[in-house]
C-alpha cells in the first residue's frame, strides 16, 4: 500500500455503522495532485450549455478542469471545444470572454483560425514548410473528448473514457427530470456567478447535497421565509437520498417553498396558482401524472461525479467549482430556466434564486463561512482526523437528511485514488 | 440650471451612509432609503445597464428585501456576518448629474475592506444613486453598485452591504 492511500483510506465500519473521512484528503497538496491525476484528467468534466453558443460564430471562453477552454459552434453547426493555446508559441488565442466571431487571431505574432479551429494563415507562411499542418498539428488543438447530454455539455481529456451516456449512467433519469420542464427546452440566463471560497472542493461536493445542515446553518434564511407572508406552501420538507452509483447522488424531496414549475405559494396569488396549475396540467398531459408531479412537486439537489451540481429547488442552478488549492476553489453558477417562460415565472425564478442560492442571497454565505470554519478547523487535523458521515447508515431508504449521498462520493472518491496508487 | 443638490451636500450624505454601515447601525441605514428603494449589485459579466429583470445579479433587492437584509443581518444567525467583520467603507470621486427639483443622480467611487478570519477583501466599485429630498432630508431611491472586478473572488461573498 502506497503513503497516499494509507492516508486517505475511508475508515467504514459496517457492523457499527460508521463512516468515517480522514481530514488530511481536504488538507494535502498530495492529494490535490492524485486528484487532478486520477480524477480530473479522467472524468467527464461539465462545459457548459447549448444555450450559451446558438448561433453560429458564437463562443464562450472558460476554464475547466484547469484548462482554458474555448466553447463554439461553427459555421458548420457544429459544437467544439478547442484548448484556448496558439499551437504557435502557446499564447491564449482567444481572449474575449464570450462573442461571436468568424475567426480567432492570435495576437502574438498574428496567426488566424477559423471558428472550426482550423489554421487559416500565418504571416511569413512563406518561411514554413508546405506539410506544417499536414495532420492538423497547428490547427486549434481539440479537448480530447467533447459530448452532450440534452444540452448539457462535458469534456473528458482522457481519449479512452467511456462515453458520457454510460459515464452518467442512473443520473440522467435526474437530469432528464430537469430537462423535461419545458418542452422548448432550456436556457441559461444571462448573468454568471463567480465566486470563490476559501476551502477545499470536496467540502462544497458535500454541502451542495447536504439536507441535514439547513435547520441551523440556514435558520435566518427559513426565519426570513417564515416571516413573509404566504412565502411557505404547506409541504413538509421531506424525502430520500440515493447513491446513484459512480460517485453521482441525489437528494429528492417535498419542500414548502415555491417552485416556478410547479409549486405555487400563497404569495404568488390566484394568478401564481393558475399558471402553475397550467404548467402541471402541461406536464401531467406530455408524461402522466405520476411523473409530472415528481418532476413538479419535488425537489432534487443532485451531485455529478466530480464536480458538477444541478440543484432543482425554489430555482434551477449548475454550479461547478474546480481546486486551484488545497484550501481554496473557483465557482461557477448559473440560473437555468425554460425557454419561453413567461416574465412573471422568470421573475420569481429569479427572485428565488437571489434570495437563497447566490453569494449575495440569505443562504450561500452562511455556506462558504461554514466551509471555512471547517477548513479552518482541519489545521488541527494530526490529532482531530476524521470526519464523520455516517448519518442513516444502513437504512433501507436512507432520509434527504442523512449523508448517503455524500457516502456515495466518498466512495468513488477513494477508490479512484486507491486504484491509481495499485498502478505504481 | 437648477441646483437643488449640491456636491458637498451628497458628499455629507455618502459620508455619513458609509460610517453607519462601518459602525453596523443597519437600522438606521435603512432609514436612509424611501420606502420605493432598490439595491442592486450586478453580476460581474453583465452589461453595464443590464436591468435585473431577466438577468441573474447578485443582489436585486426591492425595500422589503432591503428591510430583510437588514433583519437576518442583526440576527445572531446570519453567521457569516457573526463575529462581526471590519469593514471600512471609502467613498471617493463624487458627482452629480442630472437633477430636478426632488432628485439627483449621482455617483462614487468607492473601495471597500472586509476583515474576517485572518483574510482582508476589497470590493472595489461604482454606485450609482439617485437621492430625493423627503421633507427637507436627502433619501436614497437606488443604489446600484457596479463591481469593477472580474469575478467574485478572493472574496467569496458579498454578506455585507456595499
Avoid at chain 1, 101 to 128: M, N, R
Wanted: charged share 25%; with cysteine; net charge negative.
Amino acid at each position: 500500500m502506497s503513503l497516499l492511500q494509507e492516508k486517505i483510506l475511508l475508515r467504514v465500519d459496517q457492523e457499527r455503522k460508521l463512516f468515517k473521512v480522514p481530514r488530511v484528503s481536504f488538507t494535502s497538496q498530495e492529494v490535490l495532485e492524485a486528484e487532478r491525476e486520477v480524477i480530473f484528467n479522467k472524468c467527464w468534466l461539465y462545459l457548459g450549455h447549448t444555450s450559451e453558443v446558438t448561433k453560429m460564430g458564437q463562443f464562450v471562453t472558460r476554464t475547466v478542469g484547469g484548462r482554458n477552454i474555448v466553447f463554439s459552434r461553427d459555421m458548420e453547426n457544429n459544437v467544439n471545444a478547442f484548448l484556448n493555446t496558439c499551437p504557435h508559441r502557446g499564447a491564449t488565442v482567444v481572449r474575449d470572454r464570450a462573442g461571436v466571431a468568424k475567426s480567432f487571431q492570435c495576437f502574438y505574432h498574428g496567426w488566424v483560425f477559423g471558428i472550426d479551429g482550423g489554421l487559416k494563415s500565418q504571416p511569413g507562411v512563406e518561411s514554413y514548410c508546405e506539410s506544417i499542418n499536414q495532420n492538423g498539428e497547428v490547427d486549434l488543438p481539440r479537448v480530447p473528448r467533447l459530448e452532450e447530454y440534452r444540452g448539457f455539455w462535458f469534456i473528458c481529456f482522457d481519449k479512452e473514457a467511456v462515453s458520457l451516456f454510460d459515464y452518467l449512467g442512473n443520473a440522467r433519469e435526474y437530469i432528464d427530470l430537469v430537462v423535461d420542464h419545458s418542452e422548448a427546452g432550456m436556457e441559461v440566463v444571462g448573468g454568471t456567478q463567480e465566486y470563490s471560497i476559501r476551502a477545499n472542493w470536496k467540502l462544497l461536493v458535500e454541502n451542495s447535497i447536504d439536507g441535514y445542515h439547513a435547520a441551523t446553518t440556514h435558520a435566518s434564511y427559513l426565519d426570513y421565509l417564515k416571516g413573509t407572508a404566504g412565502a411557505l406552501a404547506a409541504v413538509p420538507l421531506k424525502g430520500f437520498g440515493v447513491d446513484l452509483g459512480g460517485g453521482h447522488a441525489v437528494i429528492q424531496y417535498s419542500a414548502p417553498w415555491g417552485r416556478p414549475i410547479a409549486q405555487s405559494i400563497p404569495a404568488w396569488g390566484e394568478t401564481g396558482k393558475q399558471d402553475v396549475d397550467r404548467l402541471l396540467a402541461g406536464l401531467t398531459e406530455r408524461f402522466g401524472e405520476e411523473r409530472a408531479r415528481r418532476i413538479a412537486l419535488t425537489n432534487r439537489n443532485l451531485l455529478i461525479f466530480p464536480n458538477l451540481i444541478i440543484n432543482d429547488i425554489m430555482a434551477i442552478t449548475i454550479r461547478t467549482f474546480y481546486p486551484l488549492a488545497p484550501n481554496y476553489q473557483h465557482i461557477n453558477g448559473w440560473a437555468l430556466a425554460p425557454i419561453g417562460e413567461n416574465e412573471w415565472a422568470r421573475n420569481n425564478r429569479l427572485e428565488n434564486f437571489l434570495e437563497f442560492l447566490g453569494p449575495g442571497g440569505f443562504a450561500t454565505p452562511d455556506d462558504v463561512e461554514a466551509l471555512q470554519q471547517c477548513q479552518t478547523g482541519y489545521d488541527n487535523a494530526r490529532e482531530a482526523a476524521w470526519n464523520d458521515i455516517s448519518k442513516g447508515m444502513g437504512r433501507e431508504i436512507p432520509a434527504m437528511d442523512d449523508e448517503v449521498q455524500m457516502r456515495a462520493f466518498w466512495t468513488q472518491w477513494n477508490l479512484m485514488l486507491s486504484n491509481s496508487n495499485n498502478q505504481d | 440650471m437648477t441646483t437643488n443638490f449640491t456636491r458637498p451636500e451628497i458628499e455629507d450624505f455618502l459620508f455619513n451612509e458609509a460610517a453607519l454601515l462601518d459602525d453596523w447601525k443597519l437600522e438606521e441605514w435603512l432609514a436612509l432609503f424611501t420606502d420605493d428603494a432598490r439595491y442592486l449589485v450586478p453580476a460581474t459579466d453583465l452589461p453595464k445597464d443590464a436591468p435585473p429583470e431577466g438577468n441573474l445579479f447578485y443582489i436585486a433587492d426591492d425595500y422589503f428585501r432591503i428591510g430583510e437584509r437588514v433583519k437576518r443581518l442583526m440576527k445572531k444567525t446570519a453567521f457569516s456576518e457573526q463575529p462581526r467583520s471590519k469593514t471600512r467603507h471609502l467613498v471617493s470621486n463624487v458627482r452629480v448629474f442630472s437633477q430636478s427639483a426632488d432628485h439627483c443622480v449621482a455617483n462614487a467611487a468607492f473601495i471597500t475592506s472586509r476583515a474576517k478570519g485572518g483574510n482582508v477583501d476589497l470590493y472595489v466599485g461604482s454606485s450609482e444613486y439617485t437621492i430625493v429630498r423627503r421633507e427637507g432630508a436627502l433619501r436614497i431611491r437606488s443604489k446600484r453598485c457596479t463591481l469593477d472586478m472580474e469575478a467574485l473572488r478572493p472574496q467569496g461573498r458579498i454578506s455585507i452591504i456595499l
